[in-house]
């Protein structure tokens, strides 16, 4: 073999050896970058699903925070009118309780005992008793066998009335007025709590 040839031989090897490192490294880049291409893929996908759920995570809270202000909210709302609604009550017991006078016992009495006629028991306080139980007689003229008059210490400004026989007695009182009268504003109460006020 002459120089040239081993020259030659050299050379081709060295084409071949270069083709062929070339073509190594374009199959290693080759899969270098689909790597690197599903790598950026995966992450895109990774990164667009922990968005998705941090996204919806804050919708779930911002929900909740809602609803328990809403729930907190009616919770106030209905602790204010049932509050409301006693500071109402316990007006009203004050005044009713001022108003019950001796005289607007008298009057109660006479018109329950003229609704009911006679045979009747009257409970009345010892300061009541006295004064109404003679006025009652004057006022509707009935003997004392008919009506049975009793000192009654539970009693406070109120005057208890039994219809003997007939096993019911009516307790005309403060609480009871109160009670009543309760029983009926508790409704507009509740009505004009709810309705909007408006100017």
Known sequence: MSEKTLDNLIKTLKVEAIEAAEKEAAIIREAAEKEAQDLLKNAQTERKQILDA?????????????????????????SLKNEI?????????????????PGLLKTAMTKVVEN????IELKLTADLKEGLADYV???LQISEEHITVFNETSLKKSLSITKKGKGWSYEVSSATVTELLGMHLNNEWTKLLKSDVRE
Do not use: P
């Open 54 to 78: 941090a996204e919806e995570e804050a919708r779930s809270t911002v929900e909740k925070g809602k609803s328990a202000l809403r729930q907190a909210a009616r919770d106030v709302n209905i």
């Open 137 to 139: 007689q004057r006022e």
């Open 85 to 101: 609604v006693q500071l109402l009550k316990s007006v009203l017991e004050d005044n009713v309780e001022k108003s019950i006078t």
């Open 116 to 119: 009911i006629g006679s045979d």
